[in-house]
């Protein structure tokens, strides 16, 4: 299945008062993993959304266990990776190395969501066929540029 590395420096605001990573930044460090994963896959959310007329993935499910601190000045490798495939969701897995000690290992969720018109809200979508395919895709690099 598809996967990517990238690297995070751990920066001073990104910690709490006793100097560790404050665990809410880890989310919106896994978000932007999905993102680089995407781009690593030739995929955009944007592109997704304009082409297949998507309004999201949003997360509907996270599973994560806090292992080991990460503080300033650390530098954490995050591996994401596809782990399964649904008619409308998919599956993702973030393990977090600092030093090479697994850090923080989470799995979520993602649904493939569209809005219906005729009932007035958002509903899944069936993930595009070409999605899944490059969903399915085998190999992994670091993904330059993405330190967000």
């Given amino acids: 299945m598809l996967a990517n590395t990238r690297i995070v420096p751990v920066a001073f605001g990104d910690c709490d008062p006793s100097g560790i990573v404050y665990n809410p ?6 978000d932007l993993s999905v993102h ?16 297949f007329g998507i ?25 994401t990776s596809v782990t399964g495939l649904h008619r409308s969701a998919f599956d993702i897995q973030h393990r977090v190395f600092n030093a090479g000690v697994l850090a923080v290992d989470c799995s979520e969720t993602r649904v493939c969501t569209a809005h219906d018109p005729g ?22 690099k670091v993904v330059p540029g993405f330190d967000g």
């Fill in 25 to 30: 930044n880890y989310f919106v460090w896994f």
């Fill in 119 to 140: 009932e007035g809200r958002v509903r899944a979508r069936p993930l595009p066929d070409s999605v899944v395919e490059i969903l399915r895709a085998a190999p992994a």
């Fill in 36 to 51: 680089a994963l995407l781009e690593r896959g030739g995929l955009s959310l944007k592109g997704l959304m304009a082409e």
């Fill in 55 to 79: 309004d999201g993935i949003p997360v509907v499910e996270y599973r994560t266990r806090f292992l080991a601190p990460a503080r300033w000045g650390d530098e954490l490798s995050i591996e």
